[in-house]
């Protein structure tokens, strides 16, 4: 149902650094690219995720109770994006657990403060 999901940046260099190793841990690639947007996904066929300036040429800002969910296929990989994603300069919003009995998730903000996460089902 989801096609992409976009968040803004103030300095898309900066977080496109980021989301490229960021996203080396499940494989994603840039697969769209203009001056003020990238795109990265698995296959340009499935579900991407970007960066933007924004349109109207106001600062980019996080929007309260928005967060973007990567779904994975273990909790390693849960546990090693995130260690990843503290390890380029995000911050942590909820270090990597079960959330219940069959949900384990750990997450954190991106450079621009944007909420997201990485699950998988157990």
Do not use: H, Q
């Amino acid at each position: 149902m989801i096609g992409y999901v976009t968040v803004g940046s103030n300095d898309l260099e900066k977080a496109a650094k980021f989301y490229d190793e960021l996203f080396e841990g499940i494989g994603a690639k840039r697969f769209m690219e203009m001056e003020s947007f990238i795109a990265w996904a698995t296959d340009p066929a499935a579900p991407g995720f970007s960066i933007t300036k924004p349109f109207d040429g106001s600062p980019a800002s996080v929007g309260n109770g928005v967060m973007v969910a990567f779904a994975v296929d273990s909790t390693d990989k849960v546990d090693a994006l995130y260690a990843k994603a503290m390890e380029l300069g995000g911050t942590d919003e909820g270090a990597p657990g079960a959330r219940s009995d069959n949900f384990y998730a750990g997450y954190f903000r991106d450079l621009d403060g944007n909420k997201l996460n990485f699950f998988c089902m157990t």
